[in-house]
């Protein structure tokens, strides 16, 4: 990797705009491994951010210390000023990189589910999404295709009204046809004040969505820049300098 580019922070927001996403020298070790190491970084809000990296390099801990489903070591993140916690949850939407629900749940079960628990969720959203993406509201989760169940997940996720979205991999078991229209959905069905966190591997397929991306390597920030700089300053695309950059 060029040593240009291996400032954090290089895109830094302006810090004069209010942060949606906080980390905090954020650290995470299981017994002597280090998953995370004193990450630290700001998102503003109106972003759409990609969370990028190798296998390893800590993107999924990452999501899930900042949806609060595992405790830092040491540092914090914050979301609005405020560390993880139940008043942070009702303003996060979190995917999460597996499917959840049980196989026997219909899917018009999980917007009913939806609906009761999230105060901020559109229903009538989520079915036009779910009709747009020819996903049978009647069938139980077990019957549908991976790459189906994804997708009724992140319509879940997509139509809350949240402050941050936490998108882990969310089009990793969607096929190549689907996946332009779902990122599609995604930026169009957010609010321009909102924040998306997306972790993924497939970058050529996300980079035109990005306005920033945090490119992770052995849990840490190697870089914190936009595809834009990228291109302007190597003649590459996002995608080509991460396969060099990470070349086997």
Do not use: W
Not at 25 to 44: D, E, H, M
Not at 82 to 99: C, D, F, M, N
Not at 145 to 156: D, F, M, R, Y
């Amino acid at each position: 990797m060029d040593q240009a580019y291996l400032t954090p922070n290089a895109a830094s927001p302006d810090p004069a705009l209010a942060a949606v996403l906080d980390c905090r020298v954020l650290t995470k070790r299981y017994g002597s491994t280090i998953a995370l190491n004193a990450v630290t970084f700001s998102i503003p809000r109106g972003r759409v951010v990609g969370l990028l990296g190798p296998n390893g390099s800590g993107k999924t801990t990452l999501i899930k210390l900042i949806a609060g489903l595992l405790q830092p070591t040491a540092g914090a993140a914050y979301i609005l000023g405020e560390e993880p916690g139940p008043s942070t949850k009702a303003r996060v939407s979190y995917l999460p990189e597996r499917p959840y629900f049980s196989p026997s749940t219909k899917v018009s079960d999980t917007l009913a589910f939806f609906a009761d628990f999230y105060a901020d969720f559109d229903r009538r959203l989520a079915e036009d999404m779910l009709m747009r993406l020819s996903v049978p509201t009647a069938s139980t989760m077990g019957a549908l295709s991976k790459g189906t169940k994804e997708k009724v997940q992140l319509v879940l996720v997509m139509a809350r009204r949240a402050a941050l979205y936490l998108l882990d991999e969310p089009i990793g078991g969607v096929d190549p046809a689907a996946r332009d229209f779902i990122l599609g959905t995604i930026i169009a069905n957010y609010h321009r004040d909102s924040t998306i966190l997306i972790s993924t591997h497939l970058v050529s397929d996300v980079e035109r969505v990005l306005d920033d991306f945090i490119l992770l390597q052995y849990g840490n920030v190697a870089m914190y820049s936009s595809p834009r700089l990228v291109h302007e300053q190597t003649g590459r695309s996002l995608d080509q300098y991460f396969r060099e950059a990470f070349r086997c």
